[in-house]
């Protein structure tokens, strides 16, 4: 009789510790799953977070900003255009308006061309006819413009300003990015910083060199 108890308790006991058993498994393994869904959607949000349009060359993707204003400037067919450039890691972004998709095409052309560019990406919208001719019969704006300092031949000017600029970013012994270049009516002024006299002395020099330059009034300080 007591071994037939003996035998019912051990069998009874075998049947209830797996359950124990897996019920602790089951506990266990339940904790690693919401411990690895946290990385795992951190990292995913930091990639989302990492400010995308903040680049990492800053020098070069300058560089690249200003030969491509050059480029679109110095083009017959895109020289009209309000077309604005950004570059963030080689990546160039157009934006601004276009008379024609033929000249926002040619823009992102002229764009690739460009060394150092690793692609495009074309965000110009075509300005309406409409709007065009608006703004073709506003002469009064541009009188007004230069009453107040301003000049009166944008475009020309702003050809000038982008020659200069992208003179600075080929010449190895002035920085590009430190000195600023405005024009107003053919005299360009040169602001900034210089890390000596000979680098000032040199962006005027350059400046005074581009073509339909009348002046260049330097006031780049010396640090």
Known sequence: MKTKFAIATLVLGSCLLPAGV???????????????????????DNGRADPARRSAHPI????????VKAKLVGDKQTRTDNVEIETVDG???????????????????????????????????????????????????SDKSAKSGGSDQPIKDTTITTKV???????????????????????????????????????AEIARGVDGVKSVSNHIKVM
């Open 165 to 203: 600029k992208a003179k600075f970013a080929e010449d190895k012994t002035v920085s590009a990015t430190k000195i600023r270049v405005k024009t107003t009516n053919g005299v360009v002024e040169l602001t900034g910083d210089a890390k000596s006299a000979e680098e000032s002395s040199k962006a």
């Open 91 to 141: 990546v160039v972004n157009l934006t601004g308006t276009a008379a024609s998709k033929a000249k926002a095409s040619r823009a992102v052309t002229l764009a690739r061309q460009v060394k150092g560019v690793k692609s495009v990406k074309n965000n110009i919208q075509v300005a309406a006819k409409d709007t065009a001719a608006a703004s073709a019969d506003k002469p009064a704006k």
């Open 22 to 44: 897996i019920a602790a498994d089951t506990t266990k393994s339940a904790a690693p799953p919401s411990t690895n869904e946290t990385p795992g959607a951190t990292i995913k």
């Open 60 to 67: 070069d993707d300058s560089v690249i900003t200003t030969k």
